[in-house]
C-alpha cells in the first residue's frame, strides 16, 4: 500500500555543482550545445525515415512491484514510432533517489532524456547546477502542443525568462485540505465540511480517539506540514529563503518558521500529541502517514487539495472524503510541483520534445503513462462516458502500474480514476477559476548565491522540524524560538532580505 505516498513525501537537497552539456537536434545551439532560449526556431518536421530513437522518461515512484512497464512501453511505442518515430523507455526511480539520480547522471553522461522537475528535485535548483537545456526554440519548433496546454501557467516555467520544464500542472490551483476515512466519520457520527477551523479539527479527533482511533500523523518529518492544512508559497527548499502565508493578497516574504500562523500550526499539533490523539512514537516511526491511513489505523491526514486528490487516496475497503481547509490559489510552487525538462545531456533534445509535445497533444499516450494499459491496469466504469477503477484488476493493489506523483498531459482530456466522475473536466475549471492568482505568480528567486546559506537551513530544518511537527516539543514557542535563532544564524534573514530586494524590483518591472 505504500504505493499511496503523496507526492510531497520527501523534501531533499540536491547537492554539489555539476554541469552537462547536450547536442541539439534541431534549432539554434549555444556554445556548449544547448538549446537557445531564442523562441525563434523555424517549425520542424519529424524524419520518419532515420532509425527511430529511443527516448527515456523517467518515472517517479517507490517501485517496489511494478510489474507492467514493459507492457505500457510496448504499447506507447507502437503509437510514438508511427507519430514521431521515437520509441519509449520508462525507467522507474525511486522519488527518495531522484535528485541524485538526475545529478549523477548528468554528470556521468548517462543516457537521459526527458527528467522529472519538481517533486524533491525544484526547478531553479536544478537549473543553478546545470541539469536542464532551455527550451524555448525546442517548443516554439516542436511543442506547439505543449505551450497551448501549459500557456496559463507559462510564466511559473521560466527562470530570468527562459523556459526550462514544462507544467503537469496546466490547472494549478490548490488549497490546503484534510482527506479522511468518510467510513469512520459516517460511523463515528463526525461532521467534515469545507473551511474546517483548527478548533473543529480538535474535535474531531477527540472523538476518533473514543473510539480507538489516532485522528492523523507527523512520522519524523521535517517538511512544511503547515501548508498541506493552510497553503502559502514557498521559497527555496523547504522554505529556506522564506515564504508568503497569503500570496493572493500579500507580496512580503517572512521568516514562516517565526510567523505566528506557524506557531498557531505547531501549537495545535502538540495538543493533538498532548492528549493522545496522534501517535506518541511519531518521532521514531518509518510507517508513513499513507500506509496507516490505507490500513485505517488513523483517520486522515493533511494534504494539498486539487480535483483530482481524492482518486489519490481511493481505498478499495472504506469510502474516502476529502475537505477544503484554506481558501484555493495559484501558485508558482503549485505550477512547478511536477514537471517535465530536458536533460543537459540528452543527445537528441528534439525527439525528447517529440514526446513531450504527443503527451499534451495525445490522449491515448497520456492516458498509457498515467494509467497503463486499459483491461490489465484499469476497466471503464459501466456507464460513464470517461471513468476508470482498478478494483477488478490485478492492479487492485497499485502494484501492476502505477503513477502515484506523476502528472501527464492535458488533465481535462485525461481519463478519470474513480470515484471522480464525468464532470471532473468542468470541475476543474471551475476550480481554476474560482483560485485568486498570487501576486507574485511567474516570480523566482535565483539563490544560487546563497547555497552555503540553505545547505546550512536545511540541516536545522531535518533536525529540529520533526519534533514542532509532531508536537512533542515542552514548549513550543521555547522551541520555535530556539529554531529561529539558529536559522537567522545560518544567514536565513539574509536570503529572505536578498529574495524581498529582487521581488520588489520584479514587481516593479511587471507593473
Not at 535548483?125 to 505543449?146: F, H, I, K, T, Y
Request: proline fraction near 4%; charge should be negative; hydrophobic fraction near 40%.
Amino acid at each position: 500500500m505504500k504505493k499511496t505516498l503523496s507526492i510531497l513525501l520527501a523534501a531533499l537537497l540536491i547537492a554539489g555543482l555539476l554541469a552537462g552539456c547536450g547536442d541539439s537536434g534541431s534549432g539554434a545551439t549555444t556554445s556548449s550545445g544547448a538549446a537557445s532560449s531564442g523562441g525563434s526556431a523555424e517549425p520542424a518536421t519529424i524524419d520518419m525515415d532515420e532509425a527511430p530513437y529511443e527516448v527515456s522518461i523517467q518515472f517517479v515512484g517507490l517501485f517496489e512491484e511494478n510489474n507492467n512497464i514493459a507492457n505500457v512501453e510496448a504499447a506507447l511505442s507502437a503509437i510514438t514510432k508511427e507519430k514521431i518515430n521515437v520509441t519509449v523507455d520508462i525507467v522507474p526511480v525511486f522519488i527518495g533517489n531522484l535528485p541524485t539520480t538526475t545529478s549523477l547522471g548528468v554528470a556521468g553522461d548517462e543516457k537521459l532524456d526527458i527528467v522529472a522537475v519538481g517533486l524533491t528535485s525544484p526547478m531553479d535548483n536544478m537549473v543553478s547546477q546545470e541539469l536542464l537545456l532551455p527550451l524555448d526554440d525546442l517548443l516554439a519548433s516542436r511543442g506547439q502542443a505543449a505551450l497551448a496546454v501549459t500557456e496559463h501557467v507559462s510564466a511559473a516555467q521560466k527562470m530570468n525568462g527562459i523556459t526550462y520544464a514544462v507544467s503537469g500542472y496546466p490547472y494549478a490551483a490548490m488549497s490546503g485540505s484534510f482527506v479522511y476515512n468518510k467510513t469512520m466519520a459516517d460511523e463515528f457520527g463526525i461532521d467534515m465540511h469545507d473551511g474546517m477551523t483548527s478548533e473543529e479539527l480538535t474535535e474531531a479527533a477527540r472523538i476518533c480517539k473514543e473510539h480507538g482511533v489516532y485522528f492523523t500523523s507527523y512520522p519524523n518529518s521535517s517538511q512544511l506540514n503547515y501548508k498541506f492544512q493552510n497553503g502559502g508559497d514557498y521559497f527555496g527548499t523547504s522554505g529556506a529563503f522564506g515564504g508568503i502565508l497569503d500570496p493572493a493578497n500579500s507580496t512580503t516574504i517572512v521568516n514562516v518558521f517565526d510567523s505566528e500562523e506557524f506557531r498557531s500550526f505547531w501549537r495545535q499539533n502538540k495538543l493533538w500529541f498532548d492528549e493522545g490523539l496522534t501517535p506518541p512514537d511519531q518521532l521514531t516511526d518509518t510507517t508513513s502517514v499513507q500506509e496507516y491511513f490505507a490500513n485505517q489505523h488513523l483517520f486522515g491526514t493533511a494534504t494539498a487539495y486539487t480535483t483530482n486528490q481524492m482518486a489519490t487516496w481511493t481505498n478499495p475497503n472504506f469510502e474516502t472524503g476529502i475537505v477544503r481547509t484554506s481558501e484555493p490559489s495559484v501558485s508558482t510552487a503549485g505550477a512547478r510541483e511536477f514537471m517535465l525538462g530536458i536533460a543537459a545531456n540528452c543527445k537528441r533534445p528534439d525527439k525528447a520534445m517529440d514526446l513531450i509535445n504527443l503527451i499534451y497533444a495525445d490522449a491515448d499516450v497520456a492516458n498509457l503513462l498515467m494509467y497503463g494499459v486499459e483491461g490489465t491496469d484499469y476497466v471503464a466504469v459501466e456507464g460513464t462516458e470517461n471513468v476508470i477503477t482498478r478494483a477488478g484488476t490485478a492492479n487492485a493493489d497499485n502494484n501492476s502500474y502505477y503513477a502515484g506523483f506523476v502528472h501527464y498531459g492535458d488533465p481535462t482530456m485525461l481519463k478519470i480514476v474513480a470515484p471522480l466522475t464525468d464532470s471532473y473536466p468542468e470541475d476543474t475549471r471551475a476550480f481554476e477559476n474560482e483560485a485568486k492568482m498570487s501576486l507574485t505568480f511567474g516570480y523566482d528567486f535565483d539563490g544560487s548565491a546563497f547555497s552555503a546559506e540553505a545547505g546550512a537551513i536545511g540541516t536545522i530544518l531535518e533536525q529540529k522540524l520533526p519534533a514542532l511537527n509532531a508536537g512533542a516539543v515542552a514548549d513550543v514557542d521555547a522551541a520555535v524560538d530556539e529554531l529561529v535563532a539558529a536559522l537567522n544564524a545560518a544567514g536565513m534573514q539574509d536570503c529572505i532580505d536578498a529574495n524581498q530586494k529582487a521581488l520588489d524590483a520584479w514587481l516593479e518591472a511587471n507593473k
